[in-house]
C-alpha cells in the first residue's frame, strides 16, 4: 500500500475494511507522533485485539512504514518487542508564500525537518506567471532534496486570503480557471496538494510546536502585512460554515477613507498593519518628524523591514510611538472577540511581533480596558515563539492531519 492511500477512507470498502484501515492509521499515528510502543500497549490504547493489531503491525513491516526497535526490559518472563516509525517512510511538504518571499520545509515522518529554507525570493502577484514561478520554486527545492519524489506523501500551501481548504479553492490570488488551486499546483509539482489560509497555518504550527502548552482555546493573531486570526476551539481550528473564518482584519471598524486590499474602506487593517505602519510613518516624516532613518534612506525607499529594524536595533522614537498607537487600536477591538470567544490563551505573532513588548504592552492594556475583566481575569498574553517557521510548520501538521483524518 502507498502511504497516500490513508489520506481518504473509500466508502466502497467494507465495513471491516474501513476498520483495519483506521487501525492502521491509528497506529502510525501513535508511533509517529509519541514514539515506540508495544502491542499490548497499542491494543489497550486503540481498542482492537492483540492478534488483530499483530497482523497489522506484520504489515506495516513489510511496507517498510514500522520497524522493530528492541526489546522492553521486564523484572520477569519473556520481554515484549517494541515498534517504532520508520522516518523514511514519508515525507510531508510545508510551503508558505508571503507577499515578497516564500518559505520551504520538508519534514520526515518523526516530524523533524530535513530541510527548510527560509525566505526564498518571490513576488506574489494575482497573474499566471506570478502562480508558474510559485510551483518551478517548490520543484527546484523537491529536486535539489536526496529524497525520492514518490516519498512525499502530500504538499501543504500557506497562502494569504479566503481559503476554502476543504475543496481547494483560493478566491484572493491564483483563481483564474473552474478548476481547484490545489489541483492546479498538484499537476504542476505531481505531488498531492492541499492549501491552507497562511494565518490558521500559523495559529496550527504554534499550537503543536510553540507557545501553546495545554490550552485548547486559543486565538492566534497574525499582524503582517494584514491582520488576520486563527481560531482553536477544543484543539481544532475553526473554520466556520464556508472556510472562510478569521478574517478580522477586514471588519469596517475607522471611519477612513483608506481604501482596504479588499476593496473596501475603513478595514481595521488599514490603520494596524504592516502596511499602515508603513503609511504612517511615511506621512510623519513628510510632516518634518525625525527618524533615524531620516539619514538613511529617503522617504520612499522606507519599508515595513526597514522601520521594524529601527525598532528592534535601535529604539527609533517615532515607529515606537506608531507601533504603541496601532497595539492599542488592535487591542481595542481584540477585546470583542476576548468577549465573545472567553478564550485560556492569545498568542501575537506576525512580522509585527519581532517588536515584542512594543507591541504586546499597549495590546494587553487595551484589552484590559475594553473586555469584562470576569473574562480577562484568566486569560493568559504570549508572543509567538516559531516566529517566521509557524506557517511551514503549521503546514506539515495540517498535512498530517490530513492524512490521519478520521483517527
Not at 186 to 198: G, Q, R, V
Not at 362 to 373: D, E, G, M, R
Amino acid at each position: 500500500m502507498n502511504l497516500s492511500d490513508l489520506i481518504d477512507i473509500s466508502d466502497t470498502l467494507s465495513l471491516s475494511a474501513q476498520k483495519l484501515l483506521l487501525l492502521k492509521k491509528g497506529i502510525i499515528k501513535r508511533l509517529s507522533m509519541t514514539g515506540e510502543a508495544t502491542i499490548a500497549e497499542l491494543s489497550s490504547e486503540l481498542t482492537f485485539s492483540i492478534p488483530t493489531v499483530t497482523k497489522i503491525i506484520s504489515e506495516l513491516i513489510t511496507e517498510e512504514v514500522v520497524f522493530e526497535t528492541g526489546k522492553l526490559g521486564t523484572a520477569g518472563g519473556r520481554k515484549p518487542k517494541q515498534f517504532g516509525i520508520n522516518p523514511a517512510a514519508c515525507y510531508f511538504l510545508g510551503i508558505e508564500v508571503n507577499r515578497y518571499s516564500v518559505s520551504i520545509g520538508i519534514q520526515n515522518f518523526r516530524n523533524n525537518f530535513i530541510k527548510l529554507t527560509e525566505n526564498i525570493d518571490y513576488k506574489l502577484e494575482n497573474n499566471r506567471e506570478s502562480l508558474d514561478e510559485l510551483c518551478n520554486l517548490i520543484n527546484t527545492f523537491v529536486d535539489d532534496l536526496m529524497i525520492e519524489r514518490k516519498k512525499i506523501i502530500g504538499a501543504c500551501i500557506s497562502l494569504s486570503g479566503r481559503i476554502n481548504s476543504t475543496v481547494g479553492y483560493s478566491y484572493s490570488y491564483f483563481y483564474f480557471d473552474d478548476k481547484p488551486l490545489s489541483e492546479i499546483i498538484e499537476s504542476k509539482i505531481k505531488i498531492k496538494t492541499f492549501l491552507e489560509n497562511d494565518t490558521r497555518a500559523m495559529a496550527y504550527g504554534e499550537y503543536n510546536y510553540g507557545v501553546v502548552e495545554k490550552e485548547k482555546n486559543v486565538i492566534f493573531l497574525n499582524i503582517g502585512l494584514g491582520v488576520g486570526i486563527g481560531i482553536i476551539i477544543d484543539g481544532k481550528l475553526y473554520y466556520g460554515k464556508s472556510g472562510f473564518s478569521g478574517e478580522f482584519g477586514h471588519s469596517p471598524v475607522f471611519d477612513n477613507e483608506i481604501i482596504c486590499h479588499c476593496g473596501k474602506k475603513g478595514c481595521l487593517e488599514t490603520e494596524t498593519s504592516g502596511v499602515a505602519l508603513e503609511r504612517k510613518f511615511k506621512d510623519k516624516l513628510m510632516l518634518g518628524y525625525k527618524s533615524i532613518l531620516s539619514a538613511r534612506k529617503s522617504v520612499d525607499d522606507i519599508n515595513t523591514d526597514d522601520i521594524l529594524k529601527a525598532v528592534i536595533e535601535n529604539g527609533d522614537t517615532l515607529a515606537i510611538e506608531i507601533i504603541n498607537e496601532i497595539g492599542n487600536n488592535i487591542g481595542r477591538y481584540l477585546s470583542m472577540l476576548i468577549n465573545i470567544f472567553n478564550p485560556e490563551l492569545i498568542v501575537i505573532g506576525g512580522i509585527l511581533s519581532k517588536t515584542d513588548v512594543y507591541i504586546r504592552l499597549p495590546i494587553k492594556s487595551a484589552v484590559h480596558k475594553h473586555s469584562i475583566s470576569l473574562v480577562n481575569v484568566d486569560m493568559e498574553m504570549k508572543m509567538s515563539t516559531l516566529g517566521s517557521k509557524a506557517g511551514v510548520i503549521g503546514a506539515c501538521c495540517i498535512l498530517r492531519d490530513k492524512l490521519f483524518h478520521g483517527v
